[in-house]
């Protein structure tokens, strides 16, 4: 009896690490996804990504499943793992997810001085970034902006939210490299909210963000449309 309870705790114990890895192997894609460092429709060579990480090529399937459920990655049978270009209906579900969340991190989240320094840091480097027409670093600022207003939250669980659904945003800014001034003229609101959040106007702030998704949402979907037509 003490042998067999010794197995199935060695073998739980087992498959507990297998998950965590798989687990860890999906965190660092969703990381250089929503880095930019892999694009919409690049292929993930099973091989290359085994070898790298020093997984199993079973582990990197399950990360793959992972991140297939979360529309990061497509898998295609007979052809392999791509990763997603998100389309209208995923940018709805983005920003459906992120009207419940960011505003109310916004209103209600804590705001300490630490955290509105990072903001401004974070806001001055867009205006920089601007300032010499660097699209890729106007969408680094926005994406760390965004993550830091989740961040007021406090919730580990509502950040590892974020962090998927920043992936996906990264993957559709690229469908808006045609539309390099996309990301300029939300630098200015990004600067509006964070005063607002320093001068402790916290409905004002939570509105506008709301507004601001609203706007940016109607953008995209009206880019999307004009590249089907």
Do not use: C
């Not at 919409?40 to 499943?65: D, H, I, M, W, Y």
């Not at 601007?130 to 902006?145: E, T």
């Not at 974020?162 to 990301?183: G, I, K, N």
Request: charged content about 25%.
């Amino acid at each position: 009896m003490a042998i067999e309870a010794a197995t199935e705790l060695e073998s739980a114990t087992a498959g507990a690490e297998h998950a965590h890895t798989a687990a860890w192997i999906a965190t660092v894609l969703r990381s250089r996804i929503a880095a930019g460092e892999l694009t919409p429709g690049s292929k993930l060579s099973e091989q290359s990504l085994s070898t790298a990480l020093g997984v199993s090529r079973n582990t990197l399937r399950e990360a793959f499943s992972t991140l297939a459920g979360e529309s990061v990655v497509t898998k295609i049978p007979n052809r392999g793992v791509f990763v997603a270009s998100p389309g209208a209906e995923e940018v709805r579900e983005i920003y459906r997810v992120r009207r419940m969340i960011e505003p109310a991190a916004a209103l209600w989240g804590e705001v300490t001085p630490e955290v509105l320094e990072n903001m401004e840091a974070i806001v001055q480097r867009a205006q920089a970034a601007r300032d010499v027409g660097s699209v890729p670093d106007m969408a680094d600022a926005n994406q760390a902006l965004h993550s830091a207003v989740v961040g007021l939250a406090g919730s580990e669980s509502l950040r590892a939210l974020m962090d998927r659904v920043l992936a996906e945003m990264r993957l559709v800014f690229h469908a808006m490299a045609s539309a390099p001034d996309f990301h300029s003229h939300y630098v200015d609101r990004n600067v509006l909210l964070v005063e607002r959040l320093r001068a402790g106007k916290r409905e004002e702030a939570a509105a506008g963000l709301r507004d601001y998704l609203d706007s940016a949402e109607a953008e995209l979907l009206g880019h999307l449309a004009s590249e089907a037509s």
